[in-house]
């Protein structure tokens, strides 16, 4: 098996986020696992990874808490793949608009 890169770390890191996101509020729908999944296999992320993801997306685990640190690098591709999240199921709700605006200022350089 191929040792993750530092690509695969951060896509990890970012699928993390969009799985607490999408947990929220206590429910995950099927456009939000579609999402979650369809990015995970879209950036390539290895096999093991997406085992874990679909078994988090069921309930069955909780993955731990995201690497900000390693998400702040890139906050504008976090936040890119947050919009998607929250827009999966066609609806913003003004709660997803502040967890956005949050998440904003959680990544921004200086925190």
């Known amino acids: 098996m191929a040792k993750p890169t530092p690509e ?3 896509n990890i890191e970012v699928l993390k986020l969009m799985l607490q996101l999408a947990w929220s509020d206590e429910q995950i729908d099927v456009q939000e696992v579609g999402t979650i999944l369809g990015a995970a296999r879209s950036w390539g992320v290895p096999e093991p990874e997406v085992a874990t993801l679909k078994k988090a997306l069921e309930g069955g685990v909780t993955l731990p808490a995201p690497d900000l640190g390693l998400l702040r690098g890139r906050p504008d591709e976090v936040l890119e793949a947050a919009r998607a999240l929250i827009a999966s199921d066609g609806r913003l709700r003004a709660s997803e608009q502040e967890m956005l ?3 904003r200022l959680i990544l921004s350089p200086g925190r």
């Open 8 to 10: 695969d770390h951060f």
């Open 101 to 103: 605006e949050e998440l």
